[in-house]
């Protein structure tokens, strides 16, 4: 019962972080656009783990199941995707996250510049987001995943292609999946140099 009682504030911790991270992001999303004329982003998810998630994690890694130990050692409970048109949009985002005064940042990961074995391509984010509650300001960890569409669109089918095999994926599945992953950081690329030169031209003309 006990147990319980203490999931359920944990859950209700958790929902309250994802309230208040949407929110703020929002913000500072809208902020952005105002002032810049422009929106980098295409969509934005948001979750909060499962429980039974969260427990295959803590026996993965030896833990005791226990709403402490989700606490202190699932660290993506609440996890919000940030999905972006472009490249540089998503070191923008990065940016624009930094430097706001809401959200502390706890710790970096750039798998764009130092991509994963597998060929996953994004930027992670781990996060501290204030929760104002009776007893007081607690602040609850969260995962911002920054990525373009086009990263987006093969951790998606990797996620469904890969978790179709119990055990060992077969090596011919991973070499192909890691090619897919190197074409569409190719095509990124290409595609936010054609974003720069139409940048260029509309400048030109409106010089004109």
């Not at 929002?26 to 934005?44: A, C, F, G, R, T």
């Not at 833990?63 to 989700?70: G, S």
């Not at 060992?168 to 890691?178: A, D, N, S, T």
Request: net charge negative; hydrophobic share 35%; aromatic share 8%.
């Amino acid at each position: 019962m006990e147990e319980d009682k203490e999931l359920e504030g944990l859950i209700l911790k958790y929902t309250a972080a994802l309230k208040t991270l949407e929110t703020q992001i929002s913000i500072l999303l809208q902020d952005y656009e105002h002032k810049n004329n422009y929106n980098p982003v295409e969509h934005i998810k948001s979750r909060i783990k499962s429980y039974d998630s969260a427990t295959k994690k803590l026996i993965s890694r030896g833990y005791e199941l226990t709403t402490k130990n989700i606490e202190e050692h699932v660290h993506d409970m609440v996890g919000l995707r940030i999905v972006c048109s472009f490249l540089s949009d998503v070191y923008e985002i990065v940016k624009i996250i930094e430097d706001s005064n809401q959200i502390t940042i706890r710790d970096k990961k750039d798998y764009i510049s130092n991509p994963k074995d597998t060929g996953y391509y994004s930027y992670h984010l781990l996060v501290y987001v204030p929760v104002y509650l009776i007893d007081g300001v607690t602040l609850v960890e969260a995962e911002i995943q920054i990525r373009t569409v086009a990263m987006d669109f093969w951790a998606s089918l990797d996620h469904k292609i890969t978790y179709k095999f119990k055990g060992e994926i077969p090596e011919e599945i991973k070499e192909g999946m890691h090619k897919c992953a190197e074409d569409i950081h190719a095509l990124d690329q290409k595609m936010l140099k054609l974003n720069n030169e139409m940048q260029i031209i509309k400048d030109d003309q409106e010089i004109i």
